[in-house]
């Protein structure tokens, strides 16, 4: 093989586009000659951050989608189908947690709110799986080889005090990469492979109250984290592409139901 991380017209489709990692995965995997579908429900957002990849020369389309939704999903996949002939590739960007499904210092787990950890949960769980069955159905009609790549995070594997839905909808991810990676395969053999990446600690929209102080300085909490990463430091979002990057190439063509820790080595430390 020439090159077997070469991606060069495969089209992407990545849900949570306009997020921060999701976005950062978007912008190099367009530079590295990928057709890439940004999916977002946030059409503000999503306008920007095409209007600034297509700036720089990117061969990118934004569309306005609903994770949550399968009519909506499926219009976008037809328009995605009708403008580019097939998919070779989804990331399920979407995803993220909210204040009410994590526990406050001063409470515990009986004051939780049950319909904010419902709603975590669908958004991570329903919104990965929805748009895997939608596309998937896409990708049994290519005749090249595919492959889908989900968020999970070290919340799925290490139990972080306070954060429940969240990580009981990333430990959720792990089993779904895990199942439908055993499923397609044992039905469809090497047509589509599934993997995930668990990014360990980014500092981020979702969690920047809990690491960080109104004066920018880190709190208690972050300093634990890096204190538990041999790295010793936080991740930055434009470490986590390149792992995706040859999840869907030729070169991982056997891998399949893999999570990756990209994470400093908080996953495999034992704080000692
Ligand atoms: N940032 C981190 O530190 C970190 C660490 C581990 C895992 N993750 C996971 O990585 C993934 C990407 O994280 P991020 O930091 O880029 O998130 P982000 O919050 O920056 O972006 C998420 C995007 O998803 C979009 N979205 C929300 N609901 C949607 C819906 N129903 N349909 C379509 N789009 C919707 C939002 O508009 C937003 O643009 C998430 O699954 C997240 O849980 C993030």
Same mark, same amino acid.
């Given at each position: 093989m020439k090159n077997p991380f070469d991606i060069t017209g495969q089209v992407v489709v990545v849900t949570?586009?306009?997020?921060?990692l999701a976005g950062q995965t978007t912008r190099h995997l367009a530079e590295n000659g990928a057709i890439v579908a940004l999916l977002d429900i946030n059409k503000e957002k999503l306008d920007a951050r095409v209007d600034e990849f297509r700036k720089d020369g990117l061969n990118v389309s934004g569309f306005v989608s609903n994770v949550l939704d399968e009519a909506i999903l499926e219009k976008t996949r037809d328009e995605i189908l009708s403008r580019?002939?097939?998919?070779?590739v989804l990331i399920n960007g979407a995803g993220g947690n909210m204040p009410g499904a994590t526990i406050p210092p001063?409470?515990? %787990?009986?004051?939780?709110k049950i319909a904010d950890w419902d709603k975590v949960l669908a958004l991570n769980l329903k919104g990965t799986l929805l748009p895997s069955i939608v596309f998937a159905k896409a990708m049994l009609q290519n005749p090249g080889k595919c492959s889908i790549v989900n968020f999970s995070s070290m919340a799925a594997t290490r139990m972080i005090t306070r954060v429940l839905g969240y990580s009981n909808a990333k430990g959720a991810i792990d089993n779904l990469t895990r199942w439908l990676a055993m499923e397609f395969a044992r039905?469809?053999?090497?047509k589509i492979r599934v993997n995930a990446v668990a990014p360990g600690w980014f500092i981020g929209d979702q969690n920047r109250a809990l690491l960080t102080n109104p004066d920018g300085s880190l709190t208690e909490r972050a300093h634990k984290v890096i204190n538990n990463t041999p790295m010793g430091r936080f991740g930055e979002a434009?470490? %986590?592409p390149g792992t995706i990057h040859y999840l869907i190439?030729?070169?991982?063509?056997?891998?399949?139901?893999q999570i990756v820790a990209i994470d400093g080595g908080f996953s495999i430390f034992s704080g000692v």
């Open positions: 949570g586009a306009a997020g921060v580019f002939g097939k998919v070779d001063d409470k515990t %787990v009986f004051d939780l039905v469809h053999g090497d434009n470490e %986590v190439s030729p070169a991982a063509n056997f891998v399949t139901g």
